[in-house]
Every structure is written in structure tokens, then in C-alpha cells.
């Protein structure tokens, strides 16, 4: 596909397990960026990659939160110990760095709910 | 703090009626860009301006970067039903080793009501 994909696009978890959440960005693009995004909220920046870089962790909440990428390709974001407040709407974006206008292409979402 | 302050947070208009919405900081971002976002979906880039003063027009809408480049507004004319959504502002400052950083604001949720 043309754009950047995310899995699953909805997931309920009882409180304390694990969760983890895929992103696909697009083919070509080296900068990928993981949100969050509360109801009603603005979003939320948790984590950036760009090439073979150290990530950018500088939003990530709390050590219960990682994410890996593989080279240029998928990401993978994983909560720990999941809480309730952990529950919202996780956005996945990737862009073509280098580009003075920094455009950012967003996934449709992960609906996390921790019950 | 919130860094990007956009306002109104909601707003519900009548079909064909003009509408602004702001996007104000205290601090100077490298470039500014318009998303929308529908409900169950990712935002969708609507435009980028980088130069203080820009002005850039997509039909009905259109968008302007402050001469700081601190703030923008984005003017709609004649507001359609297809324009409900959530827009979002996001200023992109450099955070050093090559990464840029974008800062999203709150959103303003726009309804318009045929």
C-alpha cells in the first residue's frame, strides 16, 4: 500500500498485561515518529527514528514504554504493565527527512483500551 | 504549558459562514503545518508555510504564517458539511543531529451544520 499502515487498528487489554503496536510507514521514507493522542486531546510525541540514529526517546511517559525499528522499516511500540491511563488513540507518522517542510504522513491509529 | 495554543477549541457554524481559527506560541518555529483529522483516522497534512508572512490559499481555505513565524491562522470561506473534522496545528523546530521536532496543539473542532 501507498500509505503508512498500522496494527491492530483496535485492541482491549485488562490492566497489567502487555500490548504491542505496529507501524508500517511508507516505503522510502527514513523517519518515523510514534503519538499519542487522548480523547480530545492534541498529540502527544513519544518517540522518533531516523536511519540508523538513536531514537529520539524524549517523550516517552514512563519505562514501561519502548519501541524498536528495524533498519528503515517496521516499528513495533510496547507497553508494559498496561494502565488505564494508558488508554487512547496511538498515531504512527513517518516523513522523508531532509526536506526543509518536514511533511509527516500519519497511519490511521490504535485504539488502545485498558480495562 | 501547552507550547502551541490553538483556539477556538470548538466551533459550530452554519453552512456557508466564514470561520478563523488561530494557532499562537511565544516561540519561533522553522515552519508550521495545518492537519485535519477525521474521526477513526490519522491527520491528513493539509499545508505547510515556512516563510514569515506566507500566504497560501487550497480553495476555500486559507492559511497564514505570522511575520515572527510564532503564529498562523486558518481562514475557511463558505464553510461546507465535508469540512467537519478536528484541525491541528504543529510547528517544527530543530532539535538538534539533524531531527527536527514537531509540536502539535490541541486542535479546534469544527462542526458545520448544514
Known amino acids: 500500500g501507498a500509505g503508512v499502515s498500522q496494527s491492530p487498528s483496535n485492541k482491549v487489554t485488562e490492566k497489567g498485561k502487555d500490548v504491542e503496536l505496529r507501524c508500517d510507514p511508507i516505503?522510502?521514507?527514513?523517519?518515523l515518529y510514534w503519538y499519542r493522542q487522548r480523547l480530545g486531546q492534541g498529540l502527544e510525541f513519544l518517540i522518533y527514528f531516523q536511519g540508523n540514529s538513536a531514537p529520539d526517546k524524549s517523550g516517552l511517559p514512563s519505562d514501561r514504554f519502548s519501541a524498536e525499528r528495524t533498519g528503515e522499516s517496521v516499528s513495533t511500540l510496547t507497553i508494559q504493565r498496561t494502565q488505564q491511563e494508558d488508554s487512547a488513540v496511538y498515531l504512527c507518522?513517518?516523513?522523508?527527512?531532509?526536506?526543509?517542510?518536514?511533511?509527516?504522513?500519519f497511519g490511521p491509529g490504535t485504539r488502545l483500551t485498558v480495562t | 504549558t501547552q507550547l502551541l495554543e490553538q483556539s477556538p477549541q470548538f466551533l459550530s457554524i452554519q453552512e456557508g459562514e466564514n470561520l478563523t481559527v488561530y494557532c499562537n506560541s511565544s516561540s519561533v518555529f522553522s515552519s508550521l503545518q495545518w492537519y485535519r483529522q477525521e474521526p477513526g483516522e490519522g491527520p491528513v497534512l493539509l499545508v505547510t508555510v515556512v516563510t514569515g508572512g506566507e500566504v497560501k490559499k487550497l480553495k476555500r481555505l486559507t492559511f497564514q504564517f505570522g511575520d515572527a513565524r510564532k503564529d498562523s491562522s486558518l481562514h475557511i470561506t463558505a464553510a461546507q458539511p465535508g469540512d467537519t473534522g478536528l484541525y491541528l496545528c504543529?510547528?517544527?523546530?530543530?532539535?538538534?543531529?539533524?531531527?527536527?521536532?514537531?509540536?502539535f496543539g490541541k486542535g479546534t473542532k469544527l462542526s458545520v451544520i448544514p
Open positions: 516505503s522510502g521514507h527514513t523517519a
Open positions: 504543529a510547528g517544527a523546530r530543530y532539535s538538534g543531529a539533524g531531527s527536527y521536532q514537531l509540536t
Open positions: 507518522a513517518s516523513s522523508l527527512v531532509g526536506r526543509s517542510n518536514y511533511e509527516q504522513y
